[in-house]
């Protein structure tokens, strides 16, 4: 009876361990996926910043200008303000804690192109450090297209040097500004994020959640590898040589198990007392601890406690009761720490997700300024009248399906916007074959997700991309299905990834791409319960199609 009454608490052990360690794994693939959109975006604002200021030096007139004039002439000072005021702009998009900077090799001229946030001091010293790097004959290896760390005045910066002949653009951000972000998840009492360099330096001092320092190897515990909470994450950048590496702490997590060892330390003493006792009250007391040593064998996670209301000792009835309702009371504290624990997990990754890709937003306004320089009123109208209503279809009720027409109108809408920005290099139609797809409903944003697919791999500056989008009603058998045509005349799917979609094989998603076509296909699996049909394909004079067969009648218990 005591082996088995062991047993039974060992076995509960093991199972709230095996519980606790799912939901670790759970909080941990949340976290990553957290770190990842976030190194995401940082990937795309580095790409574009890096772009910008290699066009500045190969196509901006006023560098042009001030390397063709003294640098106290009117003509040079004008440009430099010119220069100024774009960088200020891109600053505003980006944030203040990137900073920009201009070197002209010849005059010796070093200063900077937007608002400066460093102190007078480490302004000169970081000159002093560029005008060396410049003398480097391995800058273009070390620098270009590479952000890398340094140290200016004892703080950690992390820089990225273009040069083009003998002018250079430097962008530059401190260490913690840009992991700031990341330090606002919960990661447990002791959990930190930190930016380490790719020899395994930190850029950053540990903070932890409540802004205290901490020692990098600190979250140490009492308990064996086994049971240790702390929890390592690292996050990639792209062109970079450094990482971030997020240590997460589950606390509340370790101090659940020293309470279950406690618990099962209590009741094994508990039992050893028992069974000493037995040996001497064999006829008043025996019958009765078997009943309550029974109902402490068979008892589990799944089932309830059995009652042994028919004890003759009132005392061990009393204290049945009472570990009924003490087992009753840690399983609810266990289930509802899991479910806070991971409520918290989804809460911080969905608002990392609002603040993914904003520029799209941001593009339109830059389109929108643009238009306003040249007083194109006319389109300023059409575009701030067709970016309101595409965030207004965004941001509207999480419905599962919407009319047909209001998704066209959405599609046309966006397509509107997308030709204000490129103009000449983009066409599009929009056809619908018959009245009888009008009152016809669809998940929102499908073929959505498939036109800026589109849009994204089509349009190109050298040659007019052309956009199809056709709807049909047909028959199917003894029901009806609604089939969309989605087509361009741009380079088509690349072969690897033509092959994948055909197959029904998963796209990779680990650098952040993909991840659009592949949700949209998991949505219309679950609402239609794989009745719907996706064809992928390369049309024969380039291009790539995709045809959707969704049935017309929405299937049960799928409605929003």
């Known amino acids: 009876m005591f082996l088995v009454s062991f047993l039974a608490l060992v076995l509960d052990f093991v199972i709230s361990l095996a519980a606790i360690s799912i939901v670790k794994q759970q909080s941990t693939r949340s976290l990553q996926d957290t770190a990842d959109l976030y190194i995401h975006r940082i990937n795309h604002d580095f790409a574009y910043m890096t772009h910008y200021m290699g066009w500045t030096l190969a ?34 998009n980006y944030g203040k804690e990137y900073q920009f900077f201009v070197y002209l090799k010849k005059p010796g001229f070093f200063l900077n192109c937007a608002p400066l946030n460093i102190g007078y001091s480490d302004y000169q010293a970081l000159k002093k450090q560029v005008m060396s790097y410049v003398e480097e004959k391995n800058i ?112 509340a997590f370790e101090r659940i198990m020293v309470a279950q ?113 040249m007083q194109m009123h006319q389109e300023i109208e059409s575009m701030a009248l067709s970016t309101s209503k595409y965030f207004r279809y965004i941001f509207q009720s999480g419905e599962n399906f919407v009319g047909l027409e209001e998704e066209l109108d959405h599609v046309r809408t966006y397509l509107d916007i997308q030709k204000h920005r490129y103009r000449d290099a983009l066409s599009y139609s929009i056809q619908r074959e018959g009245e009888d797809t009008r009152n016809a409903r669809i998940p929102p944003l499908v073929l959505q997700t498939f036109v800026e697919n589109a849009v ?29 045509r989605i087509a361009d005349t741009g380079p088509g799917y690349p072969s690897e990834i033509l092959e994948a979609l055909q197959q029904g094989r998963p796209l990779d998603q680990s650098g952040g791409t993909h991840i659009g076509i592949m949700n949209t296909l998991r949505r219309l699996e679950f609402l239609y319960r794989n009745e719907a049909k996706v064809l992928f394909a390369n049309r024969e004079h380039g291009g790539a199609c995709v045809t959707l067969y969704l049935p017309v009648v929405v299937p049960e218990k799928t409605g929003g």
């Open 456 to 484: 994204k791999y089509a349009v190109s500056r050298t040659s007019e991309a052309v956009i199809e989008l056709a709807v049909r009603r047909e028959a199917d058998g003894d029901a009806e299905r609604l089939v969309f």
């Open 59 to 92: 196509n901006d007139e006023s560098l042009e200008t001030m390397n063709a004039n003294p640098v106290n002439s009117y003509a040079f000072i004008k440009a430099n303000e010119n220069l100024h005021k774009q960088y200020s702009e891109l600053q505003k």
């Open 140 to 251: 273009y290896e070390r620098f270009y297209s590479q952000w890398t760390p340094i140290e200016v005045g004892g703080k950690h910066y992390v820089t990225n040097i273009v040069p083009y002949h003998d002018s250079y653009m430097i962008s530059l951000v401190s260490a913690d500004d840009l992991i700031r972000p990341l330090r606002g998840i919960n990661l447990g009492e002791n959990g930190y994020v930190s930016l380490v360099s790719g020899e395994g330096r930190g850029l950053t001092s540990p903070v932890s959640n409540n802004g205290e320092r901490i020692a990098a190897e600190s979250g140490r515990t009492l308990l064996p590898d086994l049971f240790r909470t702390r929890t390592t994450v690292h996050g990639e950048f792209n062109n970079a040589s450094f990482y971030v590496k997020l240590v997460i702490q589950f606390g």
């Open 261 to 373: 060892l406690l618990i099962i330390l209590l009741a094994v003493i508990i039992t050893c007392n028992v069974c000493f006792i037995m040996l001497y009250f064999k006829n008043k007391v025996l019958k009765p601890i078997k009943s309550f040593s029974y109902n402490l064998a068979f008892w589990t996670e799944d089932g309830d406690p059995l009652d042994i209301g028919s004890s003759k000792i009132i005392e061990l009835e009393k204290a049945s009761k009472q570990f009924m309702h003490l087992v009753g009371q840690i399983r609810k504290f266990k289930i509802d720490l899991y479910e806070r624990e991971l409520e918290k997990q989804r809460i911080q990754l969905d608002y990392m997700k609002l603040q993914i890709k904003p520029h799209f937003f941001l593009n339109c306004l830059t389109s929108i300024y643009s238009m306003a320089q």
